[in-house]
Every structure is written in C-alpha cells, then in structure tokens.
C-alpha cells in the first residue's frame, strides 16, 4: 500500500489534516487504533478559537459547527462572590469564540471524510513508524491478525499523548518539558439548561469551578478535585451541592440539577516536545504538547499545528518549496509555547494549590483585583482566549 502522507491517530487533528491534504490532492491514509465509536465516545472540552472554525470550514467540515455552535462574546471569572465578565468583543476589536463540543467536530470531520471517501482504518494495532531519518518512511500495523504496509514521504503523528509516534523518536533527539498539577478535574454531563449563558470560571478557597455548556439543554460542570479521589466519591448529589458552594449565590440559586450523564476525573499537566521534527516524522496536537484544559487551548494548539504541516506540505506537493516543512516546528512551536503560558497563567490564577503558602494565596488574590481593575490586562486575557495570530 502507498500514500504521500501516512497519519497516525483518527482524531480532530489527525482527520482534520487528512481532509484538507485531501481537498488539495494529496493522498493519505488514517491508521486509528481504535474503532470510531470508542473515538467519538470520549467528552472532550469545545471552545474553539475563531481562526480554528475559519479551518473547519475550509475542510467543508463546519456547516453543523455554524448551524448548533454558540458564538460567546465574552466569558466570566468568578471571585470572593462576584461575577466578572471578560468582553472578548470589545477587548479584542470584535474577536469571539465558537462554544461547540470537540467530540461533534470530530463526529463531523469523520462524516467529511465519509463524503470524499477517506482512507481511515480503524482498530489497526500495533502501528509503527519505520526509517523515517531516510527519505522512504513507512508503518507497518497489523490489522486482523494480518500484518500490513504502507510506504509514504511523510507519516504525520496526530496520535496523542499516549501514541508511539513520538516515543519512536530517539531519545537523543527530542527534549521533552513538563509540569504535573496535584490536582484534577471532575467533569460532568448533565441534560439541563446552562446555569451561565456564557462559560464561567470561578476561584472559591474550596476550589476551581467551571460552568460550561454544549446547547440550551445540555450542561458542562467541572470542579477541582484531589488526584486521589474517584467518581466513587463523588455521587451526584454531593457534586452539586460542591459546585455550588464555589459559585457566586445569585449563580448557585439559578442552577438546574440533573442526573450526570458522563461523570470523569481528569488529571491536569502541562507537557511539551521539542523539535515536533525527527527527519520525515512529524508530530501534531497532543502528540507533542498537552496543556491544563484551563485556557481552552488544547484542541486550538493542535489546530494550528494542523494549519502550519497542511500548507507546508501543500507547498512541498504543488511547488517542491520545502521552507514550510523545515520551518514547520519552531512555527508550531512558538504558539504551542504561548498556549502553554497562557494555560498554566490561567491554572495558577484559578485554582487551589494545596501547598501554597499565605503568600502564594495573597499573590493569586492580588493578581485577580488587578486583572478586573486593568483594561491592559483584560486585553491581555481576552487576545489569548480568542487565540493568538498565527
Ligand atoms: N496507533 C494508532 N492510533 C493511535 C495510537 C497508536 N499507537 N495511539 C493513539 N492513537 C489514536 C487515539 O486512539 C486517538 O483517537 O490517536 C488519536 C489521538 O487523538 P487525541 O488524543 O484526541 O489527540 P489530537 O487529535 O491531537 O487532539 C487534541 O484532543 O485531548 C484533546 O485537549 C486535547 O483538544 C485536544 C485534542
Ligand atoms: C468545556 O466546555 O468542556 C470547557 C470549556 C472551557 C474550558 C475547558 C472546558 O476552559
């Protein structure tokens, strides 16, 4: 089997590239070791950066992303029982943000592929990335017992953190960074009407908070947990009743409860890979960073990754220019580094460290009066909520 570009991993980023380097004639194969329902069963964040829907809809992907996604103009942070709202709009000159669930992107980019008959194999085990420090790169998976090859130019690692693509790099040629966070969140799922119309964030002394939302009738909580709890410990009711005590009154009064739909922990890590280049391998996404979901930049992050491989290797396909792919990981680089420092910026701002001293709480305190009494430093928050130039 031969292809230009093998792409291991069938989610957002992976599906995302493989339909664009599609749309302009560049042909790819998906090796995915899961099947798509185990993919599209996972609940992933959804606010997506307005250059990120402009991608969407250059794939032919975004027209049930326009039709059922929510534009927020701005955001809340909430503080010592106050509600604060961050005017993305005003503080941006017009910028907003696109509130629409990763797993219904990812559902739609898999319909797209449908549509143009993509190549995407599902439940491939074992899928290995071989010589790509030679120019003649291929994967080897076996599928049903059978083992199987496909020899390509490039293969493109969008297989998340816990994929081969960048353990296959030797040792001596990547460099990784990384920061554990002693907490994690619990989020759940709920059939009921958004507390917030708009997402909000909150720092109580118990705890971070998070109201979000996925349509008019189905809620998304998260509250800050320790890392040694379980869902276990956690039934409904107490949930509640936790959520609400980190929440302004006026806000706790209003909520709606239901019974959770999905309820799962979730551990908090900044982590980056550097180069995102071992010869033709090339990594994407959560392959090569991850941030605390606290900034909404995840998914975003792995989006222009995406943007910057699929132009360099349009450039490469229809020019022979090579400036994209050689320059591809200190681009993606530079903006993953500043989603990094925005996202731990916002973890540190918001949450609870369990080992911070008075001073450390006293400073948190400080910074949050001077962000609500500083323009500069709304603006500041709001640029890097509504993303970055690319
Ligand atoms: N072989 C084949 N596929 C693999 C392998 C492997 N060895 N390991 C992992 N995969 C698949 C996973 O099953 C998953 O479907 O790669 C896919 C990686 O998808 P994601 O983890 O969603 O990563 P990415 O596409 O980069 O999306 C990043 O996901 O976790 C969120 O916050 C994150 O929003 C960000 C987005
Ligand atoms: C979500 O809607 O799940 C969500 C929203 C904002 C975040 C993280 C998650 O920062």
Redesign the pocket.
């Known amino acids: 089997m031969r292809a230009q570009v093998g792409i ?8 995302l590239l493989s339909q664009l380097l599609h749309l302009r004639g560049i042909d790819n194969v998906v ?4 099947s798509r329902d ?2 599209l069963g ?1 609940i ?2 959804g606010v997506l950066e307005h250059s990120f829907t402009e991608i969407l809809r250059e794939a032919q992907a975004g027209e049930r992303m326009d039709r059922e996604g929510q534009i927020h103009d701005g955001f809340f942070i909430a503080h010592a029982g106050v509600r604060h709202r961050i005017d993305l709009k005003a503080l941006t000159g017009g910028k907003t943000v696109m509130v629409y669930g ?1 797993t219904e992107l ?1 559902r739609d980019l898999y319909e797209a592929r449908d549509r143009l008959g993509g190549k995407i194999i599902h439940n ?1 085990e ?2 290995q990335p071989h010589a790509f420090d030679t120019g003649k790169p291929y994967l080897t ?1 076996s599928e049903g017992g059978q083992l199987r090859r496909l020899d390509c130019d490039f293969i493109v690692g ?8 960048r353990q296959s790099i030797p040792k001596d040629k990547i460099q990784t960074f990384e920061k554990i966070y002693p907490f994690g969140w619990l989020g759940v799922l709920t059939r009921t009407p958004p507390v917030s119309p708009e997402v909000l964030y909150a720092n109580h002394e118990r705890g971070f908070a998070l109201c979000s939302l996925r349509s008019s009738m189905l809620s998304r909580y998260y509250i800050q947990v320790p890392l040694t709890d379980s869902i276990q410990d956690w039934p409904d009711d107490r949930f509640f009743d936790e959520l609400r005590h980190r929440l302004p009154g006026e806000v706790a009064a209003a909520m709606v409860v239901g019974p959770s739909i999905e309820k799962s922990i979730a551990p908090l890590r900044s982590f980056i890979a550097e180069p995102m280049r071992c010869g033709n391998l090339f990594l ?4 090569a960073h ?2 605390p ?1 606290t900034g909404a930049r ?2 975003n ?2 989006a222009s990754d995406i943007h910057y491989l699929y132009h360099a290797l349009v450039d490469h396909y229809t020019r022979g220019d090579d400036r994209g792919l050689n320059e591809y990981s200190r681009r993606a680089l530079a903006r993953a580094w500043k989603g990094q420092r925005f996202s731990w910026w916002m973890t540190k701002l918001l949450h609870r460290f369990p080992d911070d001293s008075p001073y450390d709480q006293r400073l948190q305190q400080t910074e949050l009066e001077y962000l609500f009494s500083s323009q500069n430093a709304l603006a500041s928050v709001a640029e890097n909520y509504v993303g970055l130039p690319f």
């Open positions: 291991i991993g069938g989610g957002p980023s992976g599906l090796l995915e070791k899961h185990y993919v996972r992933r964040a990763q990812t491939a074992n899928v998976w969008c297989d998340g953190y816990h994929g081969v693509s994407a996404g959560d392959a991850i941030v979901p995840g998914l992050t792995a």
